[in-house]
Nanobody
């Protein structure tokens, strides 16, 4: 049974930083591409970042490029999202996600490409 557990959210002032973590179990983590998404109240879930299973390729939404960094530690079965220079519009619940199958993920920005989701961690940025 695949489980994804996020942590590391919180309340921070604009310009501050947070690091979200997602611990995975029930899958051969090193073989899976992983993604981060977020959902603000009244809005659809949107892509934030993704990392390939080998960890060499990373992808970002334009809105976070240059401020957020996705990384992974396969020894710890964990994917991270380092969030710097946070803005109030970054306020949302952040979710990590994994696809059904290992290997390359072509449409990494689409939520329907992912089958496993964590419970989410709240990030609130005050102005």
């Amino acid at each position: 049974q695949v489980q994804l557990v996020e942590s590391g959210g919180g309340l921070v002032q604009a310009g501050g930083s947070l690091r979200a973590s997602c611990a995975a179990s029930g899958l051969t983590f090193s073989r899976y591409s992983m993604g981060w998404f977020r959902q603000a109240p009244g809005k659809e879930r949107e892509f934030v970042a993704a990392i390939s299973w080998v960890g060499m390729n990373t992808y970002y939404a334009d809105s976070v490029k240059g401020r957020f960094t996705i990384s992974r530690d396969n020894a710890k079965n964990t994917v991270y999202l380092q969030m710097n220079y946070l803005k109030p519009e970054d306020t949302a619940v952040y979710y990590c996600a994994a696809p059904l199958s290992p290997g390359r993920l072509n449409n990494y920005y689409r939520p329907d490409e992912y089958d496993y989701w964590g419970q989410g961690t709240q990030v609130t940025v005050s102005s």
